[in-house]
């Protein structure tokens, strides 16, 4: 546990560095911890230093331990950073703070429903494939400014910004300053981008959030 801390004021220093190196503001980057696989116990040291913003990728695993932290520590903030299914869009609704990964029409549509029912207005982003993998979610780069466009038309969703997830043996910078300039274009200022073998590449290319998980909790 001693260990996981001493992980997480590196990280938080290493963005202080790259925001530094690249001319940014230092502390104009959110780090969002992500906490997927690892328990309450391994995450509290964490809270106790006094983060609150984290992320998870699966609803069901995030309702089994969020809600009992959300209690003691009101201020959580919690991203969604996975692969959302139409049947889940009330529960991540009523759950999390930010959902990352809007990157379909019917999920919009989900979305938007559910946030009429509840009227919980959890901030959402949309998640670009940026390498046009067919294995990896997302909305095509090509696509993404005519999306951006009906999320808020037809659904009125008030879209923040943009994530991506690199292609897992690529330079990540190509696909990072893609993301940036899709982001632009769609007049959207929120850019999720950067992991915990990347993160600093990601600050210096604008990220406004970078999510980093193994590197301060462990492998998984
Ligand atoms: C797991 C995960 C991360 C964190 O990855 P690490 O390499 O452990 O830092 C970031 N983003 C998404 C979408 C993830 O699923």
Not at 39 to 49: H, N, R
């Amino acid at each position: 546990m001693a260990k996981t801390l001493e992980h997480y004021q590196d990280i938080v220093r290493r963005i202080g560095e790259a925001e530094r190196t690249s001319g940014r503001k230092v502390g104009s980057t959110q780090l969002v911890a992500v906490t997927k696989t690892f328990d309450a116990d391994a995450i509290l040291p964490v809270i106790e230093a006094g983060h609150r913003v984290f992320g998870e990728n699966r609803v069901q695993e995030a309702q089994g331990k969020w809600p009992a932290l959300k209690e003691r520590f009101p201020d959580i903030e919690l991203h969604l950073i996975g692969p959302l299914q139409s049947n889940k869009a009330g529960d991540a609704v009523a759950l999390f703070d930010v959902i990352e990964t809007i990157d379909r029409e019917k999920i919009a549509a989900s979305l938007a429903r559910e946030i009429g029912k509840q009227g919980r207005h959890p901030r959402l982003l949309i998640q670009v494939n940026t390498g046009e993998e067919p294995q990896k979610a997302g909305i095509a780069p090509g696509e993404t400014l005519a999306f951006a466009e009906r999320c808020r038309k037809e659904h009125g969703l008030e879209i923040e910004g943009l994530m991506c997830i690199p292609p897992f043996d690529e330079n990540p910078g190509p696909h990072f300053a893609l993301l940036a300039k899709l982001a632009k274009e769609a007049g959207l200022k929120t850019l999720s981008m950067g992991m915990s073998g990347d993160f600093e590449t990601a600050v210096e290319m604008g990220a406004t959030h970078v999510r980093v998980g193994s590197a301060i909790f462990g492998q998984r």
